[in-house]
């Protein structure tokens, strides 16, 4: 989720590749209706989201019972400085923008690899 039409763009092309459909949220409100809603298997989130920043966002959906098990990848222009706080909330990984798009494909076949063996 992240409020970069162009961005989020790019990282849907790479995504697409490994077979990833998407809901895209362009602020924390409507990121956290999408996923209770959605119910998404991984949630990438910008952490500097209009209304209601990333970190809230997460911390809100990891709250919740239907929600608290999906695993979020943070993305930031910001420095690794708040990375002990998304650590502590569970993120399953931190990207800093620019993002090394690549490595994000890596990451998330990675997350997705052990699904991907049951089917």
């Known amino acids: 989720m992240?409020?970069?039409?162009?961005?989020?763009?790019l990282v849907k092309f790479r995504l697409a590749k490994l077979g990833c459909e998407f809901l895209v949220a362009n602020d924390g409100?409507?990121?956290?209706?999408?996923?209770r809603i959605g119910k998404p298997d991984l949630i990438l989130l910008d952490i500097l989201l209009p209304d209601l920043d990333g970190l809230s966002v997460c911390d809100i959906l990891q709250r919740q019972p239907n929600t608290k098990k999906i695993p979020i990848i943070f993305m930031s222009a910001l420095s690794s400085g708040v990375t002990k706080r998304m650590v502590a909330m569970h993120a399953v990984d931190f990207f800093t923008k620019p993002?090394?798009?690549?490595?994000?494909?890596?990451?998330?076949?990675?997350?997705f690899k052990p699904l991907l063996a049951k089917v």
Do not use: K, P, T, Y
Request: glycine fraction near 0%.
């Open 29 to 35: 409100v409507h990121a956290l209706s999408e996923a």
């Open 99 to 111: 993002l090394d798009l690549e490595r994000l494909e890596q990451r998330v076949a990675e997350i």
């Open 2 to 9: 992240d409020d970069e039409e162009d961005f989020i763009e």
